[in-house]
């Protein structure tokens, strides 16, 4: 069964800092894995999308990376906005089936 | 072209009672699942389905029941509701295996009292 972990499970940085998110998973055999954003009471939005193949994607200031024989996965963000604050979800795609980490809530202060 | 659609958006329920959330996609995608989302752990798959006339358990199916008789369409459904049931419910589609990715909709957020 696959097990998907965040870590940390929340963050505080002040506006401008790099944020550094951490995702791990148990089983390397994967197709995908996507980093979702979550604002409070809404549903998920897709961020960035990493197949197996790849070892990174970028879009505008995000970045993910993947190291699939080590099951982690890191999302960086660049020069934080308190607009970035939201919680962060990554998923790995198995086949037809996804599994979630429980996120990292991020908080950028002003 | 509006993505995944779920209604309702909030809904309470009593004890007991059965009900039936809705999804829809308008992207012609074959696959189609429910995820709950409770806090502390994440979203779990509670069944999902290939195509039109195919479906699956996921990690928590127990206490749902769905069907998929169109494309566009992946109800699920509550057949006897209780407080464990109490969560957010996300739909979410794919145009197919592997690779491709999720798109959810909004969420429905259900109450059981």
């Known amino acids: 069964k696959q097990e998907v972990t965040q870590i940390p499970a929340a963050l505080s940085v002040p506006e401008g800092e790099n944020l550094v998110l951490n995702c791990s998973f148990t089983d390397s055999a994967i197709y995908n894995l996507q980093w979702f954003r979550q604002d409070p009471g809404k549903g998920l939005t897709s961020l960035l999308l990493i197949q197996s193949s790849q070892r990174e994607q970028t879009s505008g200031r995000l970045n993910a990376s993947l190291d699939k024989s080590s099951g982690r996965s890191t999302l960086y963000i660049a020069a934080s906005q308190p607009g970035d604050s939201a919680t962060y979800l990554c998923a790995v795609r198995d086949d037809y089936k996804l599994s979630f980490g429980a996120g990292t809530t991020v908080t950028v202060r002003a | 072209n509006a993505g995944v659609t779920q209604t309702p958006k909030f809904q309470v329920l009593k004890t007991g009672q059965s009900m039936t959330l809705q999804c829809a996609q308008d992207m012609n995608h074959e696959y189609m699942s429910w995820y709950r989302q409770d806090p502390g752990m994440g979203l779990r798959l509670i069944h999902y389905s290939v195509g039109a006339g195919i479906t699956d358990q996921g990690e928590v199916p127990n206490g749902y029941n769905v069907s998929r008789s169109t494309t566009e369409d992946f109800p699920l459904r509550l057949l006897s509701a209780a407080p464990s049931q109490t969560s957010v419910y996300f739909c979410?589609?794919?145009?197919?295996?592997?690779?491709?990715?999720?798109?959810f909709g909004n969420g429905t957020r259900l109450t059981v009292t």
């Open positions: 979410a589609s794919s145009s197919g295996r592997g690779g491709s990715p999720l798109h």
